[in-house]
């Protein structure tokens, strides 16, 4: 998929800055065949900055992911903030291999960003997703709870009670 309406063309701008707005949604996420996210609302803001032989790009999106948690399985709405810079310049053919500098052919009159945009949302959500609830408590679903009736007894108990040989111990670290 070309995704058409991320190409931006800089031919006919003026020099100086110049902004673009997106709404990306699961349809663009899923054109790159990429099926971990739920749901996907992100406002994304694209600055251009157009000098004579050098494009500067630099992305900022806001929004929302919906994912699954790892733990639970849950569904949660995970936030999303991420930036990215891109400098593109001109040279004898396309070159995409820095992550930072894009090279494009002399002559070329547009560029897109699709990739770009795309790879930042996914690299914006946590390697491990854990849903909100999961960290302060409040989450209760039949998965939690079934790993905690089948936690072993003796690591319930061990949390529980303490060896009173170490207690005495404990407590020459503290007397000074």
Not at 17 to 43: A, L, M, P, W
Not at 109 to 131: D, F, G, S, T
Request: contains cysteine; glycine residues 6%.
């Amino acid at each position: 998929m070309e995704h058409k309406e991320y190409s931006i063309p800089f031919s006919g701008l003026k020099q100086g800055k110049h902004e673009f707005k997106y709404r990306v949604d699961n349809t663009f996420i899923q054109s790159f065949g990429f099926q971990e996210f739920n749901e996907v609302s992100v406002d994304l803001q694209v600055l251009l900055d157009k000098q004579s032989t050098v494009l500067e790009f630099e992305f900022r999106a806001t929004g929302t992911v919906n994912v699954d948690c790892d733990l639970s399985s849950e569904p949660y709405d995970q936030p999303i903030d991420a930036s990215l810079g891109l400098v593109v310049k001109f040279g004898e053919e396309y070159n995409n291999e820095d992550d930072e500098i894009l090279i494009i052919p002399h002559g070329e009159h547009q560029v897109n960003i699709a990739q770009y945009v795309y790879e930042m949302l996914v690299l914006a959500v946590p390697a491990k997703r854990v849903h909100p609830g999961v960290l302060d408590g409040s989450l209760r679903s039949d998965l939690l709870e079934k790993l905690e009736e089948l936690q072993p007894r003796e690591l319930k108990k061990r949390k529980e009670e303490t060896d009173p040989r170490w207690d005495a111990l404990k407590n020459f670290l503290t007397d000074k």
